[in-house]
C-alpha cells in the first residue's frame, strides 16, 4: 500500500493505493523478511495528514512488521532463514545509547519502506525475535505500542508504590496498564478516557480508576503518561499531577484541532511546584529487545481487530474516527 502524496483524511479517506512493486534485495547487514503482519499506528496518520511527513514520496507506511526471514545480506549473521522477527519504528541507527535521537535516525514506513507490503528490507540489528507466547498478529503492536509505552514507562521514572495516571487508553495504553501492574506491582494505576467503553476496558484490565478527562482522581498520580494526539488531556494531566510530578508525552506529533486550548495554561496551577514535562522522540532498540522478553513473561493480554491489506484506508480511518479497543493489525501473508 503505497502512500504517494500527504493529504487531510477529512478531503481524502483512501490515501493509500495498492501497488505492485519490485522485491526488494537486501543489501550488506540488512535482511529480507516476508511480512505475515502489520500493525497500524497513529503515527501513519501523522505521515499522511503531514504532520510528520515521509521526506520522499511515494513510500510504503507500517512500522510494526512481524514476518519470517528470507534471505540474508552480506555480513549477517544475527538472524537465520526462517526466524521469526519483528521490526518496530526505529528502521536505522547510529548504534548509540541516544539513537533514537540521533541525527541518522531512520523511521520504517517514513524514511524507508516499511510493513504494510509483503516483503521488507532492514538492517538485523533492528529486527527482533518474536516470543513464542505471541502469535503474530499479537505481536504486531507489541512493536510500537508497546516497545514505546515501555520506554513511556522507564522515562515516567516512578518507584514501586507512586501512583501512575495514563491518559488516552488505546493500542499503546491498554499495554502499559498491564506492564505497569507486572513491574510495579504496588502502584495504583489510574486512566483518564473521554469514552465510556475504554473506561470500562481499563477496569477490565486492572485499572484501580478511571474517570474522564476531567475529573479528579483518588490520589494525585506521580506521574501521567499521555498516549492522545489532543491538547486538552495534557492541561487536564498537568493539573492532575502531584508536586514535583513528571507528564510524559508519548506521541510523534499533536494535531492542531484543539492546540488554542494551550493558550489557557496557568502557570500557578499547571507548572508551579516542580512539574516536569518529558517528551518521548522514538524508540531505540534496546526499547524493544529488552520489552519483548517482559512481555512474554507477564504475558501481556494483547487486543487486536484485523483487516486484509488492502483495507489499510478503513482500519486508518477506524483508527483515526473512532474509540479503539486494543490495537489494529493488517493481514497480509498468512
Request: proline share 8%; net charge negative; aromatic share 6%.
Amino acid at each position: 500500500m503505497l502512500l504517494s502524496a500527504t493529504v487531510s483524511m477529512d478531503r481524502n479517506p483512501e490515501p493509500l493505493t495498492l501497488a505492485d512493486v519490485p522485491r526488494p534485495e537486501p543489501g550488506e547487514g540488512e535482511i529480507l523478511i516476508e511480512v505475515s503482519v502489520c500493525g497500524v499506528c497513529h503515527t501513519e496518520l501523522d505521515e499522511i495528514e503531514g504532520r510528520t511527513p515521509p521526506p520522499r514520496l511515494p513510500v510504503i507506511p507500517g512500522h510494526e512488521a512481524v514476518g519470517r526471514v528470507v534471505e540474508l545480506g552480506a555480513n549477517c549473521s544475527r538472524h537465520a532463514i526462517g526466524s521469526r522477527v519483528g521490526v518496530g519504528w526505529i528502521h536505522s541507527s547510529d548504534g548509540g545509547p541516544d539513537e533514537n535521537i540521533a541525527a541518522s535516525f531512520r523511521a520504517t514506513g517514513r524514511d524507508a519502506n516499511g510493513g504494510y507490503a509483503e516483503y521488507l528490507v532492514v538492517p538485523e540489528r533492528y529486527a527482533y525475535p518474536i516470543p513464542g507466547a505471541f502469535s503474530d498478529v499479537e505481536a504486531a503492536p507489541l512493536l510500537c505500542a508497546g516497545g514505546v509505552g515501555y520506554r513511556s514507562l522507564r522515562l515516567a521514572a516512578i518507584d514501586n508504590g507512586q501512583v501512575l495516571g495514563l491518559t488516552g487508553f488505546g493500542g499503546s495504553g491498554h499495554l502499559v496498564l498491564q506492564l505497569a501492574k507486572h513491574l510495579y506491582p504496588d502502584s495504583p494505576v489510574y486512566v483518564f478516557a473521554r469514552s465510556e467503553k475504554e473506561r470500562a476496558f481499563a477496569d477490565e484490565l486492572g485499572a484501580d480508576w478511571s474517570g474522564s478527562t476531567e475529573e479528579t482522581p483518588p490520589r494525585p498520580p506521580h506521574a501521567i503518561i499521555d498516549t492522545t494526539p489532543a491538547w486538552k488531556p495534557l492541561l487536564a494531566a498537568l493539573e492532575a499531577l502531584r508536586p514535583g510530578g513528571r507528564l510524559v508525552i508519548n506521541a510523534i506529533r499533536k494535531e492542531d484541532r484543539d492546540r488554542d486550548l494551550m493558550a489557557s495554561i496557568r502557570y500557578e496551577d499547571h507548572l508551579w511546584q516542580e512539574k516536569e514535562i518529558k517528551s518521548v522522540a522514538n524508540v531505540s532498540a534496546r526499547d524493544i529487545a529488552e520489552f519483548l522478553p517482559i512481555a512474554a513473561a507477564v504475558p501481556l493480554r494483547v487486543n487486536v481487530q484485523t483487516y486484509p491489506l488492502e483495507e489499510a484506508n478503513r482500519a486508518l480511518s477506524d483508527l483515526r474516527s473512532s474509540h479503539v479497543r486494543g490495537a489494529k493489525v493488517l493481514l497480509i501473508n498468512t
